[in-house]
Each structure stands twice: as structure tokens, then as C-alpha cells.
């Protein structure tokens, strides 16, 4: 579904109409309007249009012959390009201080003083080319699928409360059964009180149900809006993008809030000597309402400052049969990268048998796609794709860009530099690529953009690197003098920190919400770090722990765990809290 939507946008279809009938829409169809009301300023099919004529026979209506003056009808402000502020007015400009859409009256009123004012056609030229508006319909049909699945959770758990309800109910009527009648007053308040309570936990889930259904169709109806204006020019597209980015922050926001809250759940205890003390009480028993808690909460549930702890550790076989039995003296596997896809899925890259390996989320190899000798990091660059860089320290350092589509690892294109490819991460429009001395900075397309940090006094100085979510903070692992380097976005140094528990660090992970983590190859240990960079938090893993010659680590937001991969034939996957 996501890939048709997006060739629409991008190439247009036949589904997507110059004008849609404005009373099919408002069923939830979507007809091609043959018609135009100038006074009702709405558009009409063949078939709507002869109830509208049945209704207003004075009104005058337009067909094809006159489409161009449909645009040109007085007050019509198309619902995509109307300012939400001023709906009399339409959105021409965008004030670049604010990064907010604006008409001619948000300009006057809000924006005086703002510098840096521009013409919307002037800044939606080739907007089609933007990666991320290229992304924005698998990011809006991810989003709408994780809010149908929230919504169908609360679904289930009603179900489940109303069960829970009775199931107390029957305890409670079990108890009644043993004494006498004296005590229907008591199994009256206790049953009011029950309902009481469900009522608040099943009036918390239709809110949070009625938030689903809202932001559900308000993605569907903007991501409506865009597919309707491919043909109108990039502007539109420009405003829809913008506006679509917004949408989903927020219901990003009102997802990661109602994920705190896995289930609404009651519990009922029996008062001890309930047959003693009948006298001196109201209730059959004490009812205790819950809230349970995600088990696995995704890192920006942690305050930035949170220090992780360990709760266990669980190693997981990565090997497959066609892999070979020795390779000098290491064991049969070395994973160089890893990252995660946003449905879970892992991606890892075995360096040793020059593999690129698909894992599901309980870490069991479900494909793999031979690339050349030899592939080391991996990084994530957006929906189901994935970078991997293949550098045979010679001839060959190229980026393999490999989508993974229905389970299967493709690889769609290829990138080559001039200078070694060992490390990349990704960050908005742009990614980052190490060489052992240096940090690069390449445009989507493969075109350098600059050259953001050099250190050529060792030869593993710029090893594995890791950006902020922000992108403002760049983390580097320089092997050779067991330092993790922090640099700003313009590549000056902020940070240089090293520390007596680690020994050769090599692999460095920046979480969404600004927690950093560090293996170190030559030390085994796996640690968290500032986020300035400064100092080192907690030491969460060692030898003992399973941790075998670490080189590439990331936090699982799924799973709330640390996952490491090294020279071991198995992932070692550390559960924190």
C-alpha cells in the first residue's frame, strides 16, 4: 500500500482527481467532480449533481467545458492551502526563523521582524526530489497502522476488564454466599464501588480510543489532501508535506503517552477475619485499580538523565548453516553493524562471510544477501532501508543501499568514495562516513558535502560514529587512543573523554532520547556514557556478563534492551531498566 501511495505522489495516478466531488468525499469516496456549484462553491460527480439540482434550481453550475473558471470562482481557498489561522486566506509564504507556513495577514501580525521570509513556490521547487516528503507516506502508514493497533489494545482490554469485573463479582458473590443477609448492604457498596472504578478505567480508554480514531483520520484525511493536489503543482505539496509533519509529530506524541499504559487492569483482596469483624466493616474486600506499565519502554520514556541498570542478559545464535567453520583465529561469525528497523526487525552485517543478515525480533536469521568483501557498519536511513559499508581497504569503498522488502534484502543501489568506507550514520538529509581518520558528510545522492573532522596522529583515531537526534552532537570512537570524541555539528571538538574501565572502544549508539552507549573491543565491557561526553555513567556489561570482543551495539526500543554483536557467533542482548 505504502509504495503505490507513494508513486502517486510522485508520478501521479488515476486515482488522484484535478477535482473530487465535495458530497462523495464527505462519504468517504472518492469521485471525480464533472460539476461546479459557484454559489455552494463545491464540486459534484454526475450523480451527486442532479440531487443538488433537484434542490437548488436557481444555482448555476459548471461542467468540464468551463473547468478553468472552477479555480477561478471568488472565496475559494483550497482546504490544503488555507492558513488555520485566517481561513479566509491562503498560505503563500513560509518565515524560515520559525519554519511555520503563513499567509499575507501571519506575516503582517506575526512575523514583522522576522529575516527570513520566503515565496513558497520558491522554496518547494523540487520538493518531489526531498527525501523526506519521498518518505512521507510509509511514515504516515506506519503511523496510522501502530495508532489502529492502539486502538484495537484498548479494544481488547474493555473486553478484558469486563471480565476482570466479573470475575470479582463472583468472588465477591462467593463470599456473600458463606454468611447470612446481613451482609447485602455490604455486597452493595462493594459492587458500587467495583462499577465506579471500571467506569473511570473503561472512560480513560474510550478517550484514549476516540484519540485514536481522531488522529487516525485526520493523517488519513491530510495524506487525502496531498494525493488530491499532485497535479496542482509542488506548492501545494510543499504545504501539505509541512502540515503532514506536524500531524505526525503530535500523534507521535499521543502515542508515546498512551504506550506508557499497556493495560487498565483491577485487582480484589479478601479482608482477613472478614467473618470476626463483619460487623465493623463496609466492604466485602479492598479494590485496588492499576495502570500496568509497558514492561519495555522505549528510551524517551527515560529522563535523559536516566542511569541504566542491568536486569539479566540472553545470548542469541546468529549462525547459519553456510557459514564457514573457522576464519583465522576467529570464531565463525564477526558482526561489524547492526541497527533495527522501525518494525523491529535487525539488521547485522557479518564481516567473515561477507554477509548482510536479516534477524526478527526474536533475533532468528530469516534472509540474508551476499555483498563483496568485506561489509563492516550499518546504519538506518529511513522506512526499510538500510546502508552498509563495503570496503576491501584497496580498490573498493563503497555505500550498498539494500531495502528490505516482504523479509527479503535487496540491494538497490551503490555509492563509492574515493577514501575508505568503515563507518556511517544518517541524519536528515545527509550522512556521515568515517575512514578510520576522518569524518565525511555526503549528500543522499553520494555528493560530499565536506570534510567535518580529521585526526591522522593514529590510524583508528575515527572508528564508529553516532549523531544526537537533534543532530547537533556527533560522537566519535577513536580506537587508537581509547578516547570517545564529541564534536558540534560544524566539527568542533566539545569532548574528549577516556576512562580506566575501557580499553579500545569501537562501537557508539546515540538513542532518540539522548542516552549514549559505548563498547570497548579490547576491554569487553559495554558502558553508558553523558551525553555531554564527559563522563562515563555506568559499566552495564563485562566479560563475565558474555560480552566477547564488542564492535557494534544498539538500544532496542522494543525490547528496552542493549543489543551487542563482536567476534562471536551470537548477539548478546542485555535487558536494562
Known amino acids: 500500500m505504502a509504495s503505490k501511495f507513494e508513486s502517486s505522489i510522485q508520478r501521479g495516478c488515476d486515482f488522484i482527481h484535478d477535482f473530487a466531488c465535495s458530497a462523495c468525499e464527505e462519504d468517504g469516496l472518492n469521485t471525480e467532480a464533472q460539476h461546479f456549484c459557484n454559489l455552494c462553491t463545491k464540486y459534484y460527480c454526475d450523480n451527486c449533481v442532479a440531487k443538488h439540482n433537484g434542490l437548488y434550481k436557481r444555482h448555476t453550475v459548471l461542467d468540464r467545458k468551463d473547468v478553468k473558471k472552477w479555480a477561478a470562482a471568488p472565496g475559494i481557498v483550497d482546504v490544503l492551502e488555507r492558513c488555520e489561522r485566517h481561513p479566509g486566506e491562503a498560505l503563500k509564504l513560509v518565515c524560515g526563523d ?4 503563513c499567509c499575507h495577514v501571519c506575516v503582517a501580525v506575526d512575523h514583522r521582524l522576522c529575516s527570513s521570509i520566503q515565496h513558497i513556490p520558491d522554496v518547494a521547487r523540487d520538493i518531489r526530489k526531498d527525501p523526506g516528503f519521498r518518505q512521507l507516506p510509509q511514515q504516515v502508514a506506519v503511523l496510522r497502522k501502530q495508532i489502529e493497533d492502539m486502538k484495537n489494545d484498548r479494544k481488547k482490554n474493555s473486553s478484558s476488564l469486563r471480565k476482570t469485573r466479573t470475575a470479582i463479582v463472583d468472588e465477591i458473590k462467593a463470599i456473600r454466599k458463606m454468611i447470612n443477609g446481613m451482609l447485602d448492604k455490604m455486597e452493595k457498596t462493594t459492587v458500587q464501588e467495583l462499577d465506579r472504578l471500571v467506569a473511570d478505567q473503561e472512560m480513560s480508554i474510550k478517550k484514549d480510543m476516540e484519540s485514536c480514531t481522531q488522529m487516525h483520520d485526520e493523517l488519513k484525511n491530510i495524506i487525502d489532501d496531498i494525493q488530491s493536489k499532485d497535479s496542482s ?3 501545494p505539496l510543499y504545504i501539505g508535506f509541512k502540515k503532514c509533519e506536524e500531524k505526525i509529530k503530535q500523534a507521535k506524541e499521543i502515542l508515546q503517552n498512551m504506550s506508557s499504559v499497556v493495560k487498565y487492569d483491577l485487582t480484589f483482596r479478601k479482608h482477613n477475619g472478614i467473618e470476626d469483624n463483619l460487623s465493623s466493616m463496609k466492604t466485602f474486600g479492598e479494590l485496588n485499580e492499576s495502570n500496568v506499565l509497558c514492561k519495555q519502554p522505549c528510551t524517551s520514556l527515560f529522563p535523559r538523565d536516566h542511569v ?10 546468529v549462525k547459519m548453516s553456510s557459514d564457514k567453520d573457522t576464519w583465522d583465529i576467529y570464531e565463525i561469525c564477526s558482526i561489524e553493524g547492526m541497527c533495527e528497523l522501525p518494525g523491529g526487525e535487525i539488521v547485522i552485517t557479518d564481516f567473515i562471510n561477507s554477509k548482510v543478515k ?5 533475533y532468528r536469521v530469516v534472509d540474508h544477501c551476499d555483498v563483496p568483501k568485506y561489509p563492516y557498519d550499518v546504519c538506518h536511513i529511513g522506512g526499510n532501508e538500510v546502508a552498509v559499508c563495503v570496503n576491501n581497504n584497496d580498490d573498493r569503498h563503497e555505500l550498498h543501499c539494500i531495502n528490505i522488502t516482504k523479509g527479503k534484502l535487496v540491494t538497490t543501489r551503490k555509492l563509492s568514495f ?11 538529509n545527509n550522512l556521515y562516513i568515517s575512514s578510520f581518520t576522518a569524518l565525511y558528510v555526503y549528500t543522499m545522492t553520494g555528493k560530499q558535502v565536506k570534510k567535518l573532522y580529521e585526526d591522522k596522529t593514529g590510524y583508528d583515531t575515527v572508528v564508529r560514529i553516532a549523531i544526537s537526534n537533534d543532530g547537533k552532537t556527533i560522537y566519535i570512537t577513536n580506537y587508537s587512543y581509547n578516547q570517545l570524541i564529541t564534536l558540534d555539528n560544524l566539527g568542533n571538538k566539545l569532548a574528549t573523554f577516556t576512562d580506566p574501565d575501557w580499553s579500545g572502544p569501537w562501537g557508539v549508539h546515540a538513542t532518540t532520547a539522548g542516552h549514549v552507549f559505548v563498547c570497548c573491543f579490547d576491554s569487553d565491557t559495554v558502558l553508558q556514557v553523558g551525553k555531554d561526553g564527559k563522563t562515563k555513567l555506568a559499566t552495564l556489561a563485562r566479560k563475565q556478563d558474555g560480552v566477547y570482543r564488542p564492535k557494534a551495539l544498539f538500544f532496542s526500543s522494543r525490547s528496552s534492551s542493549l543489543v551487542v554483536g563482536g567476534l562471536k557467533g551470537t548477539l548478546l542482548v542485555i535487558n536494562v531498566q
Not at 541498570?309 to 545464535?317: F, I, M, Q, R
Not at 574515493?418 to 536528515?428: F, P, Q, R, V
Open 98 to 101: 520559525h519554519d511555520q507556513l
Open 233 to 235: 503543482g509542488e506548492p
Open 308 to 317: 541504566f541498570a542491568t536486569e539479566g542478559y540472553k545470548e542469541y545464535n
Open 358 to 362: 536479516l534477524l526478527d525480533q526474536e
Open 418 to 428: 574515493s577514501h575508505e568506507c568503515y563507518g556511517a550514520a544518517h541524519h536528515g
